[in-house]
């Protein structure tokens, strides 16, 4: 369907006629002249004197290339099918950690052994894809915590960013207060009446300024609801010289605070021993927190201004062309 943006422009169209008609006359040029006794010689017979002179075509293409011109002006748009669009209002952010226990290779990803955090990238780039019409941020932290993303709909440079995510970028320890800290700060200030952050590390809270339960206290009382993922797996066997030893890689996981991070703030902790308990757990999340089925519908619309303002400066460039030429 064809639309017109600004209609209103069309009434500019009498313009060049009002400047006719109210603007004074060029003065005539009144140096030579011509003096004759008599007017009969040059008086034109009735027939001939009723028959007015033609417009030239000069007038005529401008007359044309000023309609167009003001086509142009009115924004013509042609509206397409009406698209639904999914609207959830939701703003979700996520908190990776970086720290260096985040190298423990103790996770399988499709037959091959990887560490924590490539198996954190996996499954959390699905989960991302999967949030269509939610705002996604990101925030990476170690020693310190930074905003890598803001919210945002554009959830595929979200995801691109985390891929790009590597161990030590933030520090080598862990500052889970100030990433609590950090997401509260950044939506707080979001309209939305849905905030969730969900907190994914290996270890416990070892730098920072605030305290983990401290942040978590203010999460809650902004209405920030804060689900914790604990990274790691419960034992490993190593093979030695000296026979078989078990080992725990997640003994630095501080699975109390997590789980009290969670209850204070209305959330829930998660524990992720392997691949795909985490891809689980991002399951659950879609069911816990999931996207608004309600759509707005939307015309995609393009702009067609373009057509009758480059036909307007066609027909300006082939009147001016014989002026221009005569002067060369």
């Not at 009735?46 to 309609?67: H, I, V």
């Not at 269509?132 to 691109?160: C, E, H, K, M």
């Not at 069911?287 to 939307?298: G, H, I, K, M, N």
Request: charged share 25%; no cysteine; aromatic share 8%.
């Amino acid at each position: 369907m064809l639309q017109v943006e600004w209609p209103w422009a069309w009434l500019l169209l009498p313009l060049p006629l009002l400047a006719y008609y109210l603007l004074p006359a060029r003065g005539l040029n009144r140096e030579a002249a011509l003096r004759v006794p008599q007017l009969d010689d040059f008086r034109f017979d009735g027939e001939a004197g009723a028959t007015a002179a033609p417009r030239s075509w000069r007038q005529w293409l401008w007359l044309l290339a000023w309609l167009l011109l003001v086509a142009a002006a009115s924004r013509p748009q042609w509206l397409g099918e009406a698209v639904a669009i999914p609207v959830s209002g939701r703003d979700l952010m996520l908190a990776v950690d970086l720290s260096d226990s985040m190298r423990t290779a103790d996770f399988e990803l499709e037959d091959r052994q990887v560490n924590r955090l490539q198996a954190t990238k996996a499954v959390a780039s699905e989960f991302i894809e999967r949030r269509r019409g939610d705002r996604l941020g990101l925030i990476l932290f170690g020693t310190q915590a930074y905003l890598q993303t803001p919210l945002t709909f554009d959830d595929r440079t979200v995801r691109r960013l985390l891929l790009e995510a590597a161990i030590g970028l933030a520090g080598e320890r862990t500052a889970i207060g100030d990433a609590i800290g950090l997401a509260v700060k950044r939506l707080d200030a979001a309209a939305s009446d849905a905030r969730v952050l969900i907190l994914m590390t290996d270890g416990a809270n070892t730098a920072g300024e605030i305290s983990p339960l401290r942040a978590a206290e203010l999460a809650a009382s902004r209405g920030l609801r804060i689900y914790t993922i604990g990274i790691g797996a419960d034992e490993e066997i190593d093979i030695s010289w000296f026979g078989l030893r078990r080992r725990n890689p997640s003994s630095q996981l501080d699975e109390e605070t997590l789980t009290r991070i969670a209850e204070i703030s209305g959330g829930r902790y998660f524990r992720a021993r392997d691949s795909e308990g985490l891809a689980d757990i991002y399951r659950l999340l879609d069911e816990l927190e999931p996207v608004a089925t309600d759509a707005s519908r939307l015309r995609p619309a393009q702009a067609l201004f373009m057509w009758p303002l480059a036909a307007s400066l066609a027909l300006g460039g082939v009147i001016l062309l014989p002026g221009l030429r005569g002067r060369v």
